[in-house]
């Protein structure tokens, strides 16, 4: 039997990984059996929901890092000295008055982002780090490989430090197409195969992360091939499942989030108030879905207009966000919602991916409720990003600045669906490294079992 190790610690990884046809994929291969690592508060959650003959669930509890670990990971957030780093550190200490560490913190990631050096010097010393707690996991299964599903998490490297000292073959994935630029984690210890979505991430992950390119693989979303798959429901059984009204067409507007409370008020009401006035509209109704990371209650929606849309997702006792799980009764619903609306609009996210995939219009929001907001609290500031440029410069996507612009993209999106068309076809193959067929969990199991 050959056993494979993967780490899941976070619900986007199980999204990626588990609510995909990876594992279907994985296991293909006679006599190759995986071992699941979650945080022991979830094991009796994913017994019932992945695990079988094998598929088999370990638990572990949380891991305290030491204070070698504390400090070596203290200095990989200098890593990265990109568009996006610049405006986060603002964000946090400019504008907070915070003038000395917001200074500090450009000197450090000015100093170790443009060198390389330093960097490959930083990962020598944390490589000699190793974890003490691990052992009596590989010594019970004896892996043959270990595939970190977020090659960026601290429970990660974790893993991989203790499998690269037995000899044992590595995979990580990077979780997101802003992981590396926005510096939610830098690389700490490189796998033997890097895995990523898109021809964009892999030159992030060379470029910022100094992997090796020939280490580096594309193999598309995996999350997104069931976009392929025939509706579970059709269109009036969707809209009758969510309370919505089959005979008018849809905006989907899906909230930004707990920081954005405010604004998200203040777009609907706009939206809502167009629905009500404009004459062309009036067949028209808004489909208002929570974040998943968001807790308040939807409490400025018109409910004669709006369609209120709370993401199912499963909670646990820390009550992280970041802990959260998602059922795939709602991974369902996200799908339909996008398959059967007519427009989509919201800021930057990953929505206009999703939406894309799909071939609906997008429309990104670029003003405030304030035109004074400062920039560092303003959307604008989104739209600076760095992983957010491709996205921007393929066309796909109409950015309004205005309501008065908002108003006509409408229009002209709902006459028109087929505008920009090209450009959302350009937009999903940057994104997925080529066009969406499906395959992107083959192609992420294949890249898995080529090392055995």
């Not at 330093?118 to 299964?141: A, C």
């Not at 700490?188 to 693989?217: N, Q």
């Not at 393929?394 to 600045?401: K, P, Q, Y």
């Not at 940057?430 to 898995?448: C, F, H, I, K, Y």
Request: aromatic share 12%; proline share 5%; charged share 30%.
């Amino acid at each position: 039997m050959k056993t494979i190790f993967i780490t899941i610690f976070h619900g986007h990884i199980a999204r990626n990984l588990l609510r995909t046809k990876v594992v279907e994929s994985l296991l293909i291969r006679p006599g190759t059996r995986l071992i699941l690592i979650v945080p022991d508060y979830k094991k009796d959650y994913y017994e019932k929901e992945f695990g079988s003959e094998r598929v088999i669930i370990e638990g572990l509890a949380l891991l305290e890092p030491s204070f070698g670990e504390r400090l070596m990971r203290s200095f990989y957030y200098y890593f990265i000295d990109t568009n996006t780093v610049r405006i986060i550190q603002g964000e946090q200490f400019w504008y907070t008055g915070k003038k000395f560490k917001y200074f500090f913190m450009r000197f450090c990631t000015k100093l170790f982002g443009k060198s390389r050096p330093l960097r490959h010097l930083v990962r020598y010393i944390d490589g000699k780090i190793r974890p003490s707690n691990l052992g009596t996991l590989f010594e019970q299964y004896q892996p043959k490989i270990l595939f970190a599903g977020s090659l960026t998490s601290n429970e990660d490297v974790l893993f991989l430090k203790e499998a690269k000292k037995r000899g044992i073959k590595t995979v990580g994935m990077i979780r997101s197409w802003d992981t590396i630029t926005v510096n939610k984690g830098i690389p700490r210890v490189y796998p033997d195969k890097v895995l990523v979505h898109s021809e964009i991430l892999k030159g992030d992950v060379i470029d910022y992360g100094d992997a090796d390119p020939e280490t580096v693989t594309v193999v598309g979303l995996s999350h997104f091939d069931h976009y392929l798959d025939p509706p579970k429901m059709s269109r009036e059984e969707f809209f009758r499942r969510v309370g919505g009204d089959t005979a008018k067409r849809t905006i989907f507007y899906p909230l930004n989030g707990v920081a954005s409370r405010d604004f998200d008020a203040y777009i609907v009401g706009i939206l809502e108030e167009m629905i009500r006035l404009n004459e062309q509209l009036q067949d028209v109704q808004l489909f208002v879905r929570r974040h998943p990371n968001e807790v308040k209650d939807i409490d400025f929606c018109d409910p004669k207009i709006s369609i209120i849309n709370i993401p199912e997702v499963i909670d646990f006792p820390h009550n992280k966000l970041a802990e959260r799980e998602f059922t795939q009764r709602d991974i369902d619903i996200l799908a339909h919602a996008l398959r059967y609306s007519d427009l989509v609009i919201n800021t930057q996210s990953t929505t206009t991916i999703d939406a894309a995939a799909f071939d609906k219009p997008v429309i990104n929001i670029n003003f405030d409720e304030s035109p004074d907001k400062n920039f560092y609290k303003s959307v604008r500031r989104f739209y600076h990003y760095n992983h957010y440029q491709p996205i921007l410069k393929s066309g796909g996507v109409r950015v309004v600045g205005s309501k008065e612009e908002l108003e006509q993209a409408i229009l002209d999106y709902l006459a028109d669906p087929s505008k920009d068309r090209e450009g959302r076809a350009r937009l999903l193959a940057g994104q997925n490294g080529g066009p969406l067929d499906g395959n992107a969990s083959r192609r992420t199991a294949e890249a898995v079992l080529a090392l055995l």
